[in-house]
């Protein structure tokens, strides 16, 4: 079935080193891939998405390119900031057979990020 | 402001005792789906909901109920809770059901069952 792979945490940096957090999928047909973060105490916010193989989606400094050779949508950032504290989670949305779209969301567990000034 | 509304965010109740979580969004979203978080488990869907009473199991759906009466809201009903039960919840969600549309997430409500 279905499934997304991220790496553990936690991962710990200093301000404005640079990150990686890995991600690998399991999917038939066409998935679309996202990003999304929580903060402490919320809810999780989209962080950036991409819809079919190359795609680069970024937002707010972060990236991911849709990499279907590899099957993997890394997160990157040049340089992180303590106000990125958060925990990642990596996602996809499934296509169905025949071009059907399910769209549900499957998560990987999630990376807790802490950022040291 | 667009989102999604969850209440209550803190509930603490006893073994077998009936609850419901709200939930509702402002968005005229089609789709709107339940997911509880887990430590070391990620999120796993509960149930979804593709529009107005149509509604259908996601992958942990035992002990829980939903109704989709009304475009806006989709309630979450424990009807008998278990220990087990206890964890974060937060409803999401979507234009419609599709590959093409990232979710919209409540606040989360933490519930615990003693």
């Known amino acids: 079935g279905n499934s997304v792979t991220q790496m553990e945490g936690p991962v710990t940096l200093s301000e404005e080193a640079f990150l990686t957090i890995n991600c690998t999928y399991t999917?038939?047909?066409?998935?679309?891939l996202f990003w999304y973060v929580q903060y402490p105490g919320e809810g999780l916010q989209l962080l950036l998405k991409?819809?079919?193989?190359?795609d680069k989606g970024s937002n707010k400094g972060f990236e991911a390119t849709y990499r279907k050779e590899t099957t993997s949508f890394h997160l990157e950032k040049g340089s992180v900031q303590v106000s990125d504290s958060a925990v990642y989670f990596c996602a996809l949305s499934d296509q169905g057979n025949y071009g059907g779209s399910q769209g549900n969301l499957i998560f990987g567990k999630g990376t807790k990020l802490s950022v040291k000034p | 402001e667009a989102q999604v509304t969850q209440n209550p965010r803190y509930l603490i109740t006893v073994t077998g005792k009936k609850l419901t979580v709200t939930c509702s969004q402002n968005m005229n979203h089609e789709y709107m789906s339940w997911y509880r978080q887990d430590p070391g488990l990620g999120l796993r869907q509960i149930y979804y909901?593709?529009?107005?009473?149509?509604?259908d199991k996601g992958d942990v759906p035992e002990g829980y109920k939903v109704s989709r009466k009304e475009k806006r809201n989709f309630p979450l009903i424990l009807e008998s809770p278990s220990p087990n039960q206890t964890s974060l919840y937060f409803c999401?969600?979507?234009?419609?059901?599709?590959?093409?549309?990232?979710?919209?997430f409540g606040s989360g409500t933490r519930l615990t069952v003693v």
């Open positions: 999401a969600s979507s234009p419609k059901q599709g590959r093409y549309y990232g979710y919209t």
């Open positions: 991409a819809t079919k193989a190359d």
């Open positions: 999917a038939t047909g066409y998935p679309s």
């Open positions: 909901s593709m529009n107005v009473e149509v509604t």
